[in-house]
């Protein structure tokens, strides 16, 4: 079983920054994808970005050049630093970790960004 546990988020200001992190607990193994995706009221979940434990990076096109994710392999831990927050960036954010085919989800967290 894998646990994963997200912290961060919380009400910004447009144009502020926010933090994410998620820790995942349980069996782990050497390989494997994390990520955070996001789900705004009434749409479908999307994708933010993507790390490999080799530290392979992908980006949706709408938050590249703001957010910028990495990891820790020793801590399990994957982080998403968000700059130059936009309104549209409000949303429920979770942490997703992909191994050996399978995918297992935090509890998400919400980022909401005043205007």
């Known amino acids: 079983q894998v646990q994963l546990v997200e912290s961060g988020g919380g009400l910004v200001q447009a144009g502020g920054s926010l933090g994410l992190s998620c820790a995942a607990s349980?069996?782990?193994?050497?390989?494997?994808?994390m990520g955070w995706y996001r789900q705004a009221p009434g749409k479908q979940r999307e994708l933010v970005a993507t790390?490999?434990?080799?530290?392979?990076?992908n980006y949706a096109d709408s938050v590249k050049g703001r957010f910028t994710i990495s990891r820790d392999n020793a801590k399990n831990t994957v982080y998403l630093h968000m700059n130059s927050l936009k309104p549209e960036d409000t949303a429920v954010y979770y942490c997703?970790?992909?191994?050996?085919?399978?995918?297992?989800w935090g509890q998400g967290t919400q980022v909401t960004v005043s205007s």
């Open positions: 349980g069996s782990i193994f050497r390989i494997n994808v």
């Open positions: 790390i490999s434990s080799p530290g392979s990076t």
């Open positions: 997703k970790l992909r191994q050996w085919a399978n995918d297992y």
